[in-house]
């Protein structure tokens, strides 16, 4: 009974757009007569909840019926300029682009006439031995910073593409070991030693070949290798 009495409750609907209801037009999402092919079905979603018909009349659209020329150098004067698609980046614009060129024609998708991208760049290989000698003379590399490490990856995204690069690609650092002892460098360091001269060499003689954080452990040296003032035992002395 229910919807006996929301379909008496619905009306015939206008053949023209002159005897539509300016009520119901203006609360449609989109304007009438229909221009663009991607809002036919919601308009004829929202027209059906008021209205009884089988299909639109030809007086509610007024899409495109042209074809989409082969060749873009035929399109309308709006979207000319849009074509040809050379470069991968104008791809994120690319739904934009057919919605333009639905307001002029009709078509399912675009047609390959209207691309001429490169050719895609290979995968980045595996290991070294696979780069190309543009590239494989700057392997293995060891970027000090990571404005170094970026210098790195915008080279390789010249030649390959990739979502990440593999370990073998950078020299391998050893952690630095815990007993001094055990560490094997060319110069020879008494340890523990309190020289901030000495202190600063021996870091930067370790840092090519180990990894660490400043400060070192006390195993290897007692001294303040920053600017700031020791931090006083004694909580009168602090300023």
Known sequence: MLVQAHNNCMT??????????????????????????QHLIPMIKALRKVHKFDKLYESYLDLPCRDLSDDPKDLADEVRDLFLIKNTSQLKYLVDYRRKLLKFYSFKRMLPSYFHLPPPKPHLPAILQGLNLATRQL????PKNSMDFRYYINILRKHYMFRRIPSDYFKQKLRLPEKPENICINQKYKFLFSDKDIAKQFIAEIQKRFRFTIPLSKKYMDVNLTDKLELSQSVNKIS
């Open 12 to 37: 015939n609907f206008s053949e023209t757009l002159e005897q539509m209801d300016e009520g119901l037009r203006n609360m449609l999402l989109h304007p009438v007569p229909i221009e663009e092919r």
């Open 139 to 142: 392997f293995l590399c060891d």
